[in-house]
């Protein structure tokens, strides 16, 4: 079943990870691609030749998040090659692991500025196109099982996803008078470049494997089924709304 046939799909942070799997994952569903990227050419443009290899079209643009420009600069591009936006997931983010008490005020702020505020404008620059357009659009956003619970080396990442998550809820209300759907995916510990330094010492592995009732840590592609569905008319009656995709991890208090 083809769920985006015909659409047009903005990825951010696409060129490795859950990114990557949204954008490929699109074009297995039908859809034309463009696909944001910060520093890594050789992995934008592997990901161009796959959505190409489906047999859809596939345009990679460079530019940081942290840029409000780069929004604006991004949903352009995408316009000039493909002349709409349909579908929008905003998945860039970092999370540089540090202590709380001596976070270096750069590392925060640069965690601010691309998950938060880069977030912010990327979804305001996708959303003006749809509204421009006027036949609504769907915009999902890559938060975290981190809006929910805390971390103690995360404690400038959480703040950050629960209010990715927030914005949703908020842009659900502004846009839904525009036709415009806004829903968040919560990732559990999925295996990316994110988190692959930290998981790489072998106990903390296994006790993160442990919480999870489906016995495994999650892979980028475990998030591509939740992203599609949301972006797609399956989901037509759903916005404002949060979807955990983690296992079970969450509810694995006892």
């Known amino acids: 079943m083809m769920l985006l046939e015909g659409k ?6 696409a060129s ?3 990114g990557r ?18 520093r890594d050419v050789a992995g934008a ?12 079209r596939a345009v990679a643009i460079q530019g940081d998040v942290a840029d409000p420009e780069t929004a604006k600069a991004f949903v352009q ?18 999370c540089p692991f540090h202590a709380f008490l001596d976070m270096p005020v750069e590392t925060f702020e640069r965690t601010m500025r691309v998950n938060l505020h880069g977030a912010y404008f990327m979804v305001q620059a996708a959303a003006n196109q749809m509204v421009k357009q ?15 619970v805390g971390g103690e080396y995360q404690t400038h990442y959480t703040p950050t996803k629960a209010g990715l998550h927030s914005l949703m809820q908020s842009t659900a209300i502004a846009l839904g008078k525009y036709g415009i759907r806004c829903n968040s995916v ?45 972006a797609s008319d399956l989901a037509a009656y759903v916005t404002g709304a949060s979807l955990l995709v983690d296992g079970g991890m969450f509810v694995n208090l006892q």
């Open 45 to 56: 443009e592997s990901a161009v030749r796959e959505i190409e290899a489906l047999g859809r």
């Open 16 to 18: 490795a990870g859950i």
């Open 134 to 148: 006027g036949h609504g659009g769907a915009i999902v956003a890559v938060s975290s099982i981190s809006a929910l």
């Open 186 to 230: 919560l990732p559990g510990t999925i295996l990316t470049d994110i988190n692959k330094d930290d998981l790489a010492d072998d106990a903390k592995r296994q006790y993160m494997e442990s919480r999870v009732p489906l016995g495994r840590l999650g892979a980028p592609d475990d998030l591509v089924g939740p992203i599609m569905f949301l």
């Open 21 to 38: 799997g949204a954008a490929i994952g699109a074009a297995r569903h039908g859809a034309d691609v463009a696909i944001n990227y910060s």
């Open 77 to 94: 591009g995408a316009v000039d090659a493909f002349g709409k936006v349909d579908v929008f997931v905003n998945n860039a983010g970092i």
């Open 8 to 13: 047009t799909v903005l990825v951010t942070g």
